[in-house]
């Protein structure tokens, strides 16, 4: 498959040419900062006492200095004096009046130099450390960004430990600040570079959270991510206001952009229709995550349609709780119930639904638990749907666990680190107090926090019974290891020695979507959205047992359909969840997990032959379709199904096998639960534009299912039509 | 390029001399940029990395004790600034796709691009320092005591490390994207 080895490409891979534009900028760069560097060093060998220092000072230094230089070319000289203008209209904002901004400059005693190993690397200037006095709030926090760059900490020393800040930082985290890209830009360029500041102006919290007063550091208000809409800065005199607004927390930054929010989710296309001469077995895994649904109920509840990719139709589906039959045995933790209706939206089609139900494990049978809180405890979580409702989501975890279970905290952010140990549910109070202490303040990353709730998980380790670490977030995934697929793979790599991760997700405008999803497949987990008490209650309490206690995992599923008997076919959702057909049977591949008691619903619109519903038109070349009435007695059937799944424990998977009939039918007793779910499906689909819906209206979806609302004990259905009404409501404004 | 001439110049330029600190920053721009790109796959970015770097070294030259070789040196200081581009990029990260290269220089191969980019993508997953360690000892042909200098591990490691990623990449990559 591939013609050379890796180490080969690694070493030949010619990288494509760097823009000489990106060439010139970075020289520009370093040169301005090269010279301001030696100049600063210079002024501080003759400044006899460096308190109070100003960067001013510094400034006009650089500015005498400037004059002197020899110039080999005259970029240079551009570049160092289109710095200078960048640092005036710093140094302005920086002493803009009305504002009691002082930092103060204090020198720290050079750190040991038995730190530095090798000794190569030993540390020439004493690091300065910008104290933030605690009264001077965020203000202050945000100048510590401004310090000049060779006063950190430099690089690349070995990590040094520097009194007073009780986190090393990565010396480096600040590259980006935006006093230094000001300063690198010519003053024509600022315009243009203040709106790269101002998407970067979100980093800034996380380079200072080391100091002592990082408690009071707010977070910085919610960028508005959309910054191409014009600024028109002309004068001298604007631009420096234009920059003190940008750089000051307290002003409010006027850009004249909507907020928009920042949830991120992964774009994906809806499912195809398929022809079955063509392309005849459709294969996927299961899914049993609802942050969908929650998601978009949020999003309504507030008058707007959601963003397309946020809608998952099977996630939708899946919310609601439907009565297929269980399975009677753990061993066969479950049996397919299979239904063929006709398509309310698409005249001629039918709908197959198959619905499966995880075994539900009695009380006594559950194993125990040994449950690791990892909680973001950032400033972000500072809302009332965030923090405060992740603690009392997890009190109400509490009660369903059994007094031998443990429950062990982590935090990360400000506070990072260890919470509580492993303590026994018995201990409830101690859990309940733990949880209850903690509050959400700092902004950076407690840095290993994910490798932490892993140790302690390890540490732990129940050997029948269940490690879990569930991570509640609302989207900041500082937790320690940075890069997404180092992530993901840290995530694979424990869930094979049998610590699983689960994702709740909480609040709005930075929420990780496409990380959650990620995280929770890659960990054998569920992904959550917890918008409501209500929400936790029913994800946390009345699916507890599902989300804690796997019955089955890596559940395949896949369809044949019967080109005799059906023309095309489309699966309603699913799009996240396909496999090769190939991955069916191979037990590598790695699928969806059922929970117990879970139930996992699955929609395929079919066109049968000798419907005009077709929407591809026969091959030229091939016969007509052959009616029913196939000897071979397969003709009364559409397709065949067939689920494997592996028990928790085994890596080697099962087949379950069942024909889908024509004549299946859709038995009385679970009749509503069909029509409601096909409501769901209609609905999801219309809101993700419903290229296949039809003439299928809101108003069509609200009646269908008004009507199949059956017992619906906690309402959800209700609320369902509720918000199909807001959804047309929104589309209508 | 001569020893004696880097050596001088990088003398200068600690002492202050900018003439010379230009010409070190011409001399390794590629070097720095090549570095990058093989780290993070794709061409912005890369200028980006490369232009921390560039910085970085204005600030860290004068930490240069020619105790090593100036390129260790150097790499230490790329593969710092790109960790750290990385941690500044998380929070606006999006799944972005590699970028193929437009200009028509004849000596890139845009599959040969994306296949990196995928291969970078295998090399995080398989943990910390495996990708440092993978494009220090295959992409620049360092030695293992010398990969295990810059990235400031026993040498053992570094073997550990080589013989973990083959058997990694040896591995049939599993697909689970395809048609339904």
């Known amino acids: ?733 | 390029m001569d020893d004696r001439h880097l050596t001088g110049l990088i003398r200068g330029a600690q002492g202050g001399d900018v003439a010379s600190f230009a010409e070190l920053l011409d001399l390794h721009y590629d070097a720095i940029y090549r570095i990058a790109w093989k780290w993070c796959g794709h061409r912005t970015n890369a200028e980006d990395i490369a232009q921390q770097s560039c910085i970085k070294l204005a600030t860290s030259l004068t930490q240069f004790r020619f105790q090593a070789a100036f390129t260790s040196w150097l790499y230490q200081l790329v593969i710092s600034c790109a960790r750290d581009w990385q941690r500044s990029q998380q929070r606006h990260e999006h799944e972005e796709l590699p970028e193929i290269d437009r200009t028509p220089d004849g000596a890139a191969h845009p599959e040969d691009h994306i296949y990196l980019a995928q291969l970078i993508e295998q090399l995080d997953e398989l943990g910390e320092g495996m990708k440092e360690t993978a494009l220090l000892v295959h992409a620049e042909g360092l030695s293992h005591a010398e990969a295990a200098e810059i990235l400031r591990v026993a040498e053992s490691t570094i073997s550990w490390r080589i013989h973990a990623i083959r058997k990694a990449m040896s591995k049939p990559e599993p697909l689970m994207s395809g048609g339904i």
């Open chain 1, 1 to 733: 498959m591939k013609p050379q080895s890796f180490e080969h490409h690694l070493r030949h891979a010619i990288p494509p040419t760097p823009d000489p534009q990106a060439r010139l900028r970075a020289k520009r760069a370093a040169l301005a900062e090269f010279e301001r560097s030696h100049l600063t060093r210079a002024s501080e060998l003759n400044a006899s006492a460096p308190t109070g220092r100003t960067v001013s000072v510094g400034l006009l230094h650089l500015i005498r200095h400037a004059r002197k230089l020899p110039a080999p070319n005259c970029v240079w000289r551009s570049g160092i004096a289109s710095a200078c203008v960048a640092l005036i209209a710093v140094s302005v904002m920086w002493l803009m009046p009305g504002e009691t901004r002082r930092v103060q400059w204090d020198y720290a005693p050079p750190p040991n130099s038995s730190l530095n190993r090798e000794g190569k690397a030993e540390l020439q200037n004493p690091p300065i450390i910008t104290q933030i006095r605690p009264e001077e709030g965020h203000h202050a926090a945000h100048h510590a960004t401004l310090e000049p760059e060779n006063e950190r900490p430099p690089l690349p020393a070995a990590p040094v430990s520097l009194p007073r800040a009780r986190k090393t930082p990565s010396p480096q985290t600040e590259t980006l600040a935006p006093e230094q890209v000001a300063r690198v830009a010519p003053a024509e360029e600022i315009v243009v570079e203040a709106t790269r500041i101002q998407e970067r102006i979100q980093d800034v919290p996380m380079s200072i959270t080391a100091l002592p007063s990082s408690n009071s550091v707010s977070q910085p208000p919610p960028p508005s991510s959309n910054v191409e809409e014009a600024v028109v800065v002309t004068s001298a005199k604007e631009r420096r206001s234009f920059l003190g607004r940008l750089f000051s927390r307290n002003a409010p930054v006027t850009l004249q952009v909507p907020q928009e929010s920042r949830d991120t989710f992964e774009h994906f296309e809806i499912n195809p229709v398929k022809r079955v001469k063509d392309e005849p077995v459709s294969t996927f895994s299961a899914d049993v995550d609802t942050a969908s649904y929650s998601f978009v109920r949020r999003q309504l509840n507030e008058g707007v349609l959601p963003q397309k990719d946020a809608v998952r139709v099977e996630e939708m589906i899946n919310y609601f709780d439907y009565a297929w039959p269980a399975s009677e045995s753990r061993d066969q933790p479950f049996k397919p119930t299979v239904t063929v209706s006709d398509s309310p939206w698409g005249e001629g089609k039918k709908l197959i639904h198959i619905g499966i139900k995880g075994y539900e494990l009695p009380v006594r049978e559950r194993p125990d638990v040994n449950l690791v809180l990892l909680l973001d405890v950032s400033g972000s979580m500072n809302e009332p749907d965030k923090l405060p409702l992740a603690q009392r989501s997890m009190a109400l975890l509490l009660d369903t666990l059994n007094s031998t279970d443990t429950v062990a905290i982590v935090v990360y952010a400000g506070a990072a680190g260890e919470v509580l140990a492993p303590t026994p549910v018995k201990d409830k109070e101690t859990i309940l107090q733990a949880l209850n202490s903690l509050e959400p303040g700092g902004s950076t990353a407690g840095a290993e926090g994910i490798k932490l709730a892993y140790e302690l998980a390890e540490r732990n380790f129940r050997k029948n019974g269940v490690n879990r670490i569930l991570l509640a977030t609302d989207g900041d995934f500082n937790v320690g290891i940075t890069n997404r697929n180092e992530l993901k793979g840290f995530v694979e790599r424990e869930r094979e020695k049998g610590v699983f991760l689960s994702f709740l997700g909480f609040g709005e405008g930075n929420y990780r979507d496409d990380i959650a999803q990620a995280l929770a497949q890659n960990g054998n987990g569920v992904a959550a959205y917890i918008d409501t008490l209500n929400e936790a209650r029913k994800v946390l309490v009345q699916e507890s047992t599902a989300s804690l206690f796997t019955i089955a995992k890596d559940v395949k599923l896949q369809v044949e359909f019967n080109p005799k008997t059906v023309a095309e076919y489309r699966l309603v959702g699913y799009e996240k969840r396909k496999l090769n057909r190939e991955d069916f049977n191979n037990d590598k591949v790695d699928a969806g997990d059922i929970g117990s008691g879970h139930a996992v619903t699955a929609i395929y619109e079919i066109t049968p032959v000798g419907s005009k519903a077709k929407l591809i038109d026969n091959s030229r070349y091939e016969g007509g379709e052959e009616a029913a009435g196939d000897p071979r007695g397969k003709a009364g059937e559409y397709g065949f199904l067939r689920i494997r799944y592996k028990l928790p424990d085994s890596s080697r998977s099962k087949l379950i096998e069942q024909p889908i009939r024509v004549d299946a039918g859709v038995p009385e007793r679970i009749k509503e639960d069909v029509n409601f779910s096909t409501a769901v499906a209609g609905f999801g689909q219309l809101l993700r534009g419903g290229n296949y819906t039809g003439s299928l209206t809101y108003e069509e979806v609200i009646r269908q299912a008004s009507g199949a609302i059956g017992k619906d004990p906690y309402g959800y259905r209700k609320e369902f039509v509720e918000l199909v009404r807001k959804a047309q409501k929104a589309r209508g404004m």
